[in-house]
């Protein structure tokens, strides 16, 4: 593992490290900001959308001000695995920087696209180097970022302590932003509901809280479904809040708009 930056930010500091994944079978490189004081600090997750390295939310979210005055670390995972002998699609929402947080189990994917298994087990292992405490985390992500931080907050409720998305994809099993990336990394008669936020909300609700913000001038809007989620909370009679931000569309615009929002929101849960 290695420090690639560090930057002074708002008291804290701005880390990129790399270091080899075995679960991608690649070099790996995720950002990490740490708060100011000594820690161990409570784990913001931040999952990136479709094109993203770790760098854009990192550079453009605005997270650092408000996870600074709150005392909590960020984590920004890169999106997908990278690298010359690592498959790639021409289309920018398959391959590198679509990773869509699944482990691909087909050909040409499956020897490197295991983005479920390295947020959800090799990076929390790698980030035992840092003066984290890894009983206090939460996760938020946009778009495809946000199908991952629900699916993940799903799968393992018990990890986290509040869970929140901006314009995250919500039904992907339902969307062209889900069905076309499972049946090329699953593919056709895998379980894709165990990655689909509102198949597995379906099945019993959940207990964390959550926070959605979805632009309504969102170009991407038919595709995000964000009516099933509506729809789930509504029928298991599970608690949280869905915004329906008017004027606001997809951008970092959007999600820097309402970040300082998402980060008190967990920095309650985090603090209880
Ligand atoms: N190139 C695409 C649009 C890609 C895009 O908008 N990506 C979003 C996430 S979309 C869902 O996961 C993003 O975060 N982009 C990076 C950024 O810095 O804005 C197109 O042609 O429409």
New binding site residues.
């Given amino acids: 593992m290695k420090v690639v930056s560090e930057n002074r930010a708002f008291g804290g500091r701005q880390l990129v490290v790399g270091h080899p994944s075995a679960a991608c079978a690649c070099e790996m490189t995720f950002g990490l900001y740490l708060p100011p004081g000594e820690g161990p600090f409570p784990v913001l997750w931040y999952l990136?959308?479709?094109?993203?390295t770790h760098e854009?939310a990192m550079v453009?979210a605005g997270a650092q001000s408000w996870a600074a005055r709150e005392g909590i670390a960020l984590v920004f995972p890169d999106t997908s695995p990278r690298g010359e002998g690592v498959a790639d699609d021409a289309a920018?929402?398959l391959g590198q920087g679509a990773g869509f947080y699944v482990d691909a189990t087909q050909a040409p994917w499956a020897s490197h696209f295991k983005m479920w298994t390295y947020v959800t087990e090799e990076l929390p292992a790698v980030l035992a180097a840092f003066p984290l405490d890894m009983d206090r985390q939460a996760i938020t992500g946009?778009?495809?970022?946000g199908h991952g931080a629900l699916t993940i907050a799903a799968t393992f409720p018990e990890r986290f302590r509040s869970v929140s998305a901006f314009?995250p994809?919500c039904n992907p099993t339902g969307s062209d932003?889900g069905r076309k990336q499972f049946a090329a990394y699953l593919g056709e008669g895998a379980d894709w509901a165990a990655h689909d936020a509102s198949l597995l909300l379906a099945k019993g609700g959940f207990s964390l809280p959550l926070l959605v913000d979805q632009g309504m001038s969102d170009?991407?809007l038919d595709l995000l479904k964000t009516d099933a989620l509506q729809d789930v909370l509504a029928e298991t009679a599970t608690q949280g809040t869905i915004r329906r931000q008017e004027g606001y569309d997809?951008?970092?615009f959007f999600v820097s708009t309402f970040m300082e929002d998402h980060v008190v929101f967990h920095a309650r849960a985090l603090k209880a």
Wanted: aromatic share 20%; charged share 15%.
């Fill in positions: 990136s959308g479709l094109t993203c854009n453009k920018y929402d946009h778009s495809m970022g314009a994809i932003w170009k991407f997809h951008s970092y």
